[in-house]
């Protein structure tokens, strides 16, 4: 069962990166090269925190966790997501890059490059949209994604739209726990989804 980091204070730096899943083919004598997508392309994010003092930086311990993943925030500065509603996924059996949501607030606005996870069989997959993309009067949208769908997610499966999450194995740095001689902790680590 993944363990939620807690929410405060927020990450002083945020880097997301995607691991991906696709083939490249780089021919050995010239040619042009050839990427083949593929599900699996997923996400890892370094998160550099705050200074914070011996005794507060315990909180994050479970980072050291060495079996259970870990959940995270995904911090989006100055992205106001306003009232999206209670979105879930519409049909089960989808597969690709598109995502039909519905349970949106009639007309809600996702963002280029905003982040949404869904939640199916109990584990969180972080996403990006690609494209800008409206709700219709029903609440619904299609929604596509920058990356395949990792897995086939059920019906009403839940999708974060307001607080996005991603869930995955903690790696900390050698001196993630080096404390100064006036008792601070500067910690940093990095979540990667599994797959």
């Known amino acids: 069962m993944a363990i939620d980091l807690p929410s405060w204070p927020y990450p002083t ?9 696709r083939a490249e083919l780089r021919p050995a004598f ?15 994010i370094e998160y550099v925190m705050p200074v914070m003092r011996y005794e507060d ?23 106001d997501v306003g009232a999206p509603g209670i979105t879930l996924v519409k049909g089960a059996s989808q597969s690709g890059t598109t ?7 009639p ?3 996702l963002r280029k490059h905003q982040w ?13 949209v690609k494209n800008e993309v409206a709700a219709n009067s029903s609440g ?3 929604v596509v994604l920058t990356t395949m769908l990792r897995v ?37 680590f990095t979540i990667e989804e599994r797959g």
């Open 57 to 79: 930086a315990q909180d994050w311990s479970d980072i050291n966790d060495e079996t259970s993943t870990v959940r995270m925030r995904i911090v989006q500065p100055g992205l």
């Open 140 to 142: 619904e949208a299609s």
């Open 152 to 188: 086939s997610p059920a019906d009403n499966d839940p999708v974060e739209i307001t607080e996005p999450l991603i869930e995955g194995f903690a790696t900390v740095p050698d001196d993630a726990w080096a404390t100064d001689t006036a008792g601070h902790v500067a910690l940093s």
């Open 107 to 109: 007309y809600h606005v």
């Open 99 to 105: 995502l039909i949501i519905d349970g949106f607030t």
């Open 13 to 21: 730096k945020q880097t997301p990166r995607l691991v991906s899943g």
């Open 30 to 44: 010239g040619g042009d090269i050839q990427r083949l997508n593929r599900a699996g392309s997923r996400y890892a």
């Open 116 to 128: 949404i996870s869904v939640t199916t069989g109990g584990r969180l997959y972080a996403y990006r």
